[in-house]
């Protein structure tokens, strides 16, 4: 179809009169080949695709990926699209020949009247991607199909203003992507600094002028002289109450703490009998995250139940719970409870009874306070500017996506990026 605009039911509005528009199945082929087992050539899943920036993810030596079963085939200059969750926009344009899931299609240029790199565009295009999402099947996991993307039209202007529209994105989105950079890099000092109060506070108090003494624990190394250190086992008990199937069901989300199940992203519906095994979990509990090192322990301010996976524990004597609950979260402690489990290199939930026998430091009931009451005061500050500065990335990505969209819908002049 050719036309010199378009009704605005149509994803990318109205478009130059010298643009023509085109249905995706005559400007580009499915690649339907396949490998089967092992073959020695690079592999891409989608964890290798960055959301809505057509950028590739090369995996590190570190993190060898396993290939099971069928995977599709590409070459290079095929551009590949996510169908699974294709609101996450993971897509790219191959610059070498490789096998990939097959939740990638593999879209091989018909015609050279389409420029590769402008298709990746418009394939990352958020208006793009929500006319895909719409059509998706499947609530838990959402996937688009060929049948409909093949239909979809897209303009299409002169190869000549193609290339211009990609020198143009890949020079606005290069200092966008500085400025994201940057931003990100500030985050991690700030988080840097975060734990860098935490640490010192739960395991040098806040007296600097007290004596210190050697407390027997690499992991800690001094801690004032009058603290004692004992086996954590001493402190906390492990709770197994179950029988609670009516209570609130919570997960232990990294980041987020403790929080109702009902407000995650991904809801799991529970037979009745299951809840029942459930344990309960109530305010100033604390549970131990699976597998996780990154402030693996957390405590709850709610009640409720969790799987029966979790480790659930609590203070069995005096004590202040917040204090404890930053003693967990510092760096000195989850890089010492790591080193004492096996859970980090088998995969399993960090094991209570490795905790249970770590030496920890305590101070008094008063200095506890104190401590859990200038973290928190200090943490105030610092989270709000981390606030502040996601989002203004998350504001320049949207910007990223706006430009993108723009350029190849024919809303930005273009004509002053001259092609090689």
């Given at each position: 179809?050719?036309?010199n605009?378009?009704?605005?039911?149509?994803?990318?509005?109205?478009?130059?009169?010298?643009?023509?528009?085109?249905?995706?199945?005559?400007?580009?082929?499915?690649?339907?080949?396949k490998?089967?087992?092992?073959?020695?050539?690079?592999?891409?899943?989608?964890?290798?695709?960055?959301?809505?920036?057509?950028?590739?993810?090369?995996?590190?030596?570190?993190?060898?990926?396993?290939?099971?079963?069928?995977?599709?085939?590409?070459?290079?200059?095929?551009?590949?699209?996510g169908?699974?969750?294709?609101?996450?926009?993971?897509?790219?344009l191959?610059?070498?020949?490789?096998?990939?899931?097959?939740?990638?299609?593999?879209?091989?240029?018909?015609?050279?009247?389409?420029?590769?790199?402008?298709?990746?565009?418009?394939?990352?295009?958020?208006?793009?991607?929500d006319?895909?999402?719409?059509?998706?099947y499947?609530?838990?996991?959402?996937?688009?199909?060929?049948?409909?993307?093949?239909?979809?039209?897209?303009?299409?202007p002169?190869?000549e203003?193609?290339?211009?529209?990609?020198?143009?994105?890949?020079?606005?989105?290069?200092?966008?992507?500085?400025?994201?950079?940057?931003?990100?890099?500030?985050?991690?000092?700030?988080?840097?600094?975060?734990?860098?109060?935490?640490?010192?506070?739960?395991?040098?108090?806040?007296?600097?002028?007290?004596?210190m003494?050697?407390s027997?624990?690499?992991?800690?190394?001094?801690?004032?002289?009058?603290?004692?250190?004992?086996?954590?086992?001493?402190?906390?008990?492990?709770?197994?109450?179950?029988?609670?199937p009516?209570k609130r069901?919570?997960?232990?989300?990294?980041g987020?703490g403790?929080?109702?199940?009902?407000?995650?992203?991904?809801?799991?519906?529970?037979?009745?009998?299951?809840?029942?095994?459930?344990?309960?979990?109530?305010?100033?509990?604390?549970?131990?995250?699976?597998?996780?090192f990154?402030?693996?322990?957390?405590?709850?301010?709610?009640?409720?139940?969790?799987?029966?996976?979790?480790?659930?524990?609590?203070?069995?004597?005096?004590?202040?719970?917040?204090?404890?609950?930053?003693?967990?979260?510092?760096?000195?402690?989850?890089?010492?409870?790591?080193?004492?489990?096996?859970?980090?290199?088998?995969?399993?939930?960090?094991a209570?009874?490795?905790?249970?026998?770590?030496?920890?430091p305590?101070?008094?009931?008063k200095?506890?306070?104190?401590?859990?009451?200038?973290?928190?005061?200090?943490?105030?500050?610092?989270?709000?500017?981390?606030?502040?500065?996601?989002?203004?990335?998350?504001?320049?990505?949207?910007?990223?996506?706006?430009?993108?969209?723009?350029?190849?819908?024919?809303?930005?002049?273009?004509?002053?990026?001259?092609?090689?």
């Open positions: 179809m050719i036309g605009g378009l009704p605005l039911y149509q994803w990318f509005g109205i478009i130059p009169p010298n643009w023509e528009y085109k249905k995706m199945k005559f400007l580009t082929k499915l690649r339907s080949e490998a089967e087992g092992k073959p020695n050539l690079p592999y891409i899943g989608l964890e290798n695709i960055q959301s809505k920036t057509g950028i590739y993810l090369k995996p590190s030596s570190e993190n060898i990926q396993e290939i099971e079963g069928t995977s599709n085939k590409f070459y290079k200059n095929d551009v590949l699209f169908k699974l969750r294709p609101y996450l926009g993971k897509c790219i191959a610059d070498f020949e490789g096998i990939c899931t097959t939740e990638l299609l593999v879209l091989k240029v018909k015609e050279q009247e389409l420029s590769e790199k402008y298709l990746k565009y418009l394939l990352i295009s958020p208006k793009f991607i006319l895909v999402n719409s059509s998706t499947g609530s838990k996991m959402p996937r688009a199909n060929w049948e409909f993307i093949k239909n979809i039209e897209v303009p299409l002169s190869l203003i193609q290339k211009r529209i990609e020198l143009f994105i890949e020079n606005k989105t290069e200092e966008i992507d500085t400025l994201i950079g940057l931003k990100e890099t500030l985050i991690k000092l700030v988080e840097k600094k975060r734990q860098s109060i935490i640490t010192e506070a739960v395991t040098k108090g806040l007296n600097l002028n007290v004596k003494k050697d027997g624990m690499e992991w800690i190394g001094e801690i004032p002289e009058h603290w004692v250190t004992t086996k954590a086992k001493y402190i906390f008990k492990e709770k197994s109450v179950k029988g609670y009516k069901l919570l997960s232990v989300s990294k987020r403790v929080i109702p199940r009902d407000e995650m992203e991904f809801k799991v519906v529970m037979a009745f009998k299951d809840l029942q095994n459930f344990k309960l979990v109530q305010a100033e509990d604390f549970v131990i995250h699976l597998r996780s990154q402030s693996g322990f957390e405590i709850s301010e709610i009640e409720g139940i969790v799987s029966p996976a979790y480790t659930i524990f609590s203070l069995q004597n005096k004590g202040i719970a917040s204090y404890y609950k930053y003693l967990f979260y510092s760096k000195a402690f989850i890089d010492a409870i790591a080193s004492t489990t096996q859970s980090l290199r088998d995969g399993k939930p960090i209570y009874s490795d905790f249970g026998n770590m030496e920890i305590v101070p008094s009931l200095e506890q306070t104190e401590i859990a009451q200038y973290i928190e005061d200090n943490l105030k500050n610092i989270d709000v500017l981390v606030e502040e500065i996601a989002l203004a990335i998350e504001k320049l990505k949207e910007y990223r996506q706006s430009l993108i969209y723009e350029a190849v819908t024919g809303k930005i002049d273009v004509h002053e990026f001259e092609t090689a």
